[in-house]
Nanobody, 115 residues
Framework: QVQLVESGGGLVQPGGSLRLSCAAS????????MSWYRQAPGKGRELVASMNPTRANTDYADSVKGRFTISRDNAKNTVYLQMNSLKPEDTAVYYC????????WGQGTQVTVSS
C-alpha cells in the first residue's frame, strides 16, 4: 500500500533552515508529481510546493518563493523540501502528498519557527 513518511521537522529560530524529507513506497514514485502541503493552527491546508516526475516543472506558494526549494531523488523514492530564511508564519504541520488513483497523505511533521 502507499506510504509517505515525513521527517526533519522541529523547532528553529527565525531566519534558520530545515530540510524535510518524505520517503515514499507502494507506488511507482518516478511517474507521479509529488507535493508538500502545510496546515497552520486554525487554518486550512495549503499547497507549499510541487514537482513533476522529471523535475522539469515546479510550483511554489507565493509566500515561500525564493526561500523554499523542492527536490526529489527518484532512485531513493524520496522528495525533499529545503526551507531557508524561516519565519514564524511558516509554523505548521507539513505534509507530503501524492495523487495516484487516489490521494495519499503522510502523517505530517511539525515545524515550529520561534525565538
Amino acid at each position: 500500500q502507499v506510504q509517505l513518511v515525513e521527517s526533519g521537522g522541529g523547532l528553529v529560530q527565525p531566519g534558520g533552515s530545515l530540510r524535510l524529507s518524505c520517503a515514499a513506497s507502494g507506488f511507482t514514485f518516478s511517474v507521479y508529481t509529488m507535493s508538500w502541503y502545510r496546515q497552520a493552527p486554525g487554518k486550512g491546508r495549503e499547497l507549499v510546493a510541487s514537482m513533476n516526475p522529471t523535475r522539469a516543472n515546479t510550483d511554489y506558494a507565493d509566500s515561500v518563493k525564493g526561500r523554499f526549494t523542492i527536490s526529489r531523488d527518484n532512485a531513493k523514492n524520496t522528495v525533499y523540501l529545503q526551507m531557508n530564511s524561516l519565519k514564524p508564519e511558516d509554523t505548521a504541520v507539513y505534509y507530503c502528498y501524492v495523487r495516484t488513483y487516489l490521494p495519499y497523505w503522510g502523517q505530517g511533521t511539525q515545524v515550529t519557527v520561534s525565538s
